[in-house]
Structure formats: C-alpha cells, structure tokens
C-alpha cells in the first residue's frame, strides 16, 4: 500500500487529497468524503482501510487545507461551504482516478460521511459519467440538494437510530425518494448514533455497528465496480 498528497484540476483550479493505493497496483476508484471536520487522520485512514481492502482511495480535500478546530468551527465550516466548489472538486477528484494508471476496471465510486455523505449523492448526481456507486453514511447537509434522478448507478446508505441529527423518518425518505427516481438502493438502520463508524470519537463509535457496516460496504462495492 503506498499514499501520498496530490494535485488535480478541478473546473480551472488545483484541488488537493489524500491519495492510497493497494499492494496489488490496481483496483476500482473509490472517492473518501469527509465529514464536517475536514481532511483529518480518521478520513485518511479510512482510505487506507480501503486500499488495503484493494480498492485505489482518493480523499479530496474539500476545505482546501484547513480543518475544524471544534464542533463549532466544524458546523460553521458545513454551513459555510461552497457547494458547487466542492462538487467541483469531487468531479475532479473522479476524474483523476478515472485517468490514473491504478484505477482498473475505470470505475469510481462515491463513499462520504455525515456532511460526506451528502456530497456523495449531489455529487453522483451532477456527475452520473463519472461516479457508478454511492455508499451514503448518515449523510446531512441543509444546502446540498443531490439530483436524484440523474444518479447512474446503485446507493447503499447507512443510518443511525439514534441520531440527533437526521430523524429515521428523514432517512426513510431519502431511500423513498431514491426509490422513486428509479435507483436501485440497498439500506440499513443501526442501533447507534450519529457518526456511529467514527472510532476517533469513543463518545458515538460503535464498533459492532461499524464492523459490519464496513463488511457490507465492501460487498456493495465490490459488486458495483466490478
């Protein structure tokens, strides 16, 4: 496994993230989006995870080099992205795996967290070409509206019945409403909270929850990208 820093365009600008690829040399594109705290050790990490699991993981990051100082910071930072500049950034980010010698099948998935996880389905949708797959953990943003409709491939989401942040009802129509559109959705409910998969926050991980949330989200992909 080998992981470095990189550069890619992204609409005329230099995005950066945090780049892992697999001992084999090769695998299926997998893009990590972070949640509200930013580009920190606990995302790239679950790039590793994935690396190792044999899938090439690109974590792009979205607050272009900074991250949050504390839960308030971090909600400041949410309310105050720039949507479309991250959708940018995640399109480009795709298309730099798409482009990258690892990448084998070309194919790319989207997998977020929290904030991430909402950015991963707006950004399926605004590049259906690119992004086949999305894995959506709790994803929550009041700004991003993904484009149902124009999703190219299957979802799977993860939700928390505990959560403080996104009511079982709300997760339950999302999955509804990817229903729909015409998407084909795999979806689980825990019994956790909110950023259950976090296990840099001991006050929510759950490890049987993330356990086998992560088993089901290798099956999912592995399926998808293949």
């Known amino acids: 496994m080998a992981s470095s820093m990189v550069e890619f365009p992204a609409d005329g600008r230099t995005a950066t993230g945090y780049l892992s690829l697999p001992a084999s040399g090769h695998g299926p594109g997998v893009l990590v989006i972070q949640e509200y705290w930013g580009l920190v050790d606990h995302i790239k990490q679950v790039a590793d995870r994935f690396a190792a699991a044999g899938f090439a993981a690109l974590a792009p990051d979205l607050y272009r ?82 484009r149902l409709d124009r999703l190219s491939g299957p979802v799977q989401t993860h939700f928390a019945e505990h959560d403080d942040y996104i009511p079982v009802a709300q997760a339950h129509d999302l999955v509804a409403r990817l229903r729909a559109a015409g998407v084909e959705v795999e979806d689980h409910l825990y019994d956790a909270q909110h950023a259950f998969f976090n296990d840099h926050r001991p006050e929510v991980y759950d490890a049987a929850a993330a356990k086998l949330a992560w088993d089901r989200t290798l099956a999912f992909l592995r399926k998808a990208l293949a």
């Open 65 to 146: 080099g900074e991250s949050a100082s504390g839960p308030d910071d971090a909600g400041r930072r949410l309310m105050e992205l720039d949507i479309p500049d991250a959708s940018r950034q995640l399109g480009g980010a795709a298309a730099y795996l798409l482009a990258h010698a690892s990448v084998t099948p070309k194919k790319v998935a989207a997998v977020g967290f929290c904030m991430g996880g909402k950015l991963a389905l707006h950004a399926a949708g605004e590049y259906p070409e690119s992004i086949c797959a999305v894995v959506d953990f709790y994803g929550v943003h009041p700004k991003a509206e993904p």
